[in-house]
């Protein structure tokens, strides 16, 4: 599995995670909240480490530009999120918003970007799709770790 294709089965799980969201009852949402923030985190890092450098060499306009304004905005919402998580009102709304901004960029992923990114080798990417997320992985705990410290004054 090429590096386009995970990003693609990560959105999937993305949508899946909302879907679960939405059914869940309101027990298991916060846990729900963090499942979400961890997965697009994750999936974010991968993009900005590893993509979004080389899609800048076939993507053309401000496309990637406008990509990681809104992985900016999804991780100010996911922090919201996640200091939201226990309590109802607002971490419905922040899902909402949250839903909404990713919604739109996996779109706009799909559609504008990933076509033109699928023509290029994988070498092009730099380490295998298996190495990218492991590392990415260990880089996502550390940004959950400090999207969940609390605020400081």
Not at 48 to 64: H, K, L, Q
Not at 122 to 145: C, K, L, N, Q, W
Request: aromatic residues 4%; glycine residues 2%; hydrophobic residues 40%.
């Amino acid at each position: 599995m090429n590096i386009i294709d995970v990003l693609i089965q990560q959105h999937r799980d993305a949508e899946a995670l909302f879907e679960a969201y939405r059914a869940a009852p309101d027990e298991e949402k916060p846990e729900l909240c963090v499942r979400l923030a961890e997965a697009l985190t994750l999936h974010s890092t991968i993009e900005e480490r590893w993509v979004y450098p080389v899609a800048r060499s076939v993507v053309e306009g401000p496309r990637i530009d406008f990509a990681v304004e809104e992985h900016g905005e999804m991780s100010q919402l996911i922090s919201e999120l996640l200091h939201a998580r226990r309590e109802p009102r607002r971490r419905e709304a922040t899902v909402r918003q949250l839903e909404a901004v990713a919604a739109h960029h996996m779109a706009e992923e799909e559609r504008e970007v990933f076509p033109r990114l699928r023509e290029m080798a994988s070498e092009a990417f730099g380490p295998s799709s298996s190495e990218i997320v492991r590392t990415a992985s260990d880089a996502r705990r550390e940004a959950m770790r400090q999207l969940d410290a609390p605020a400081t004054p």
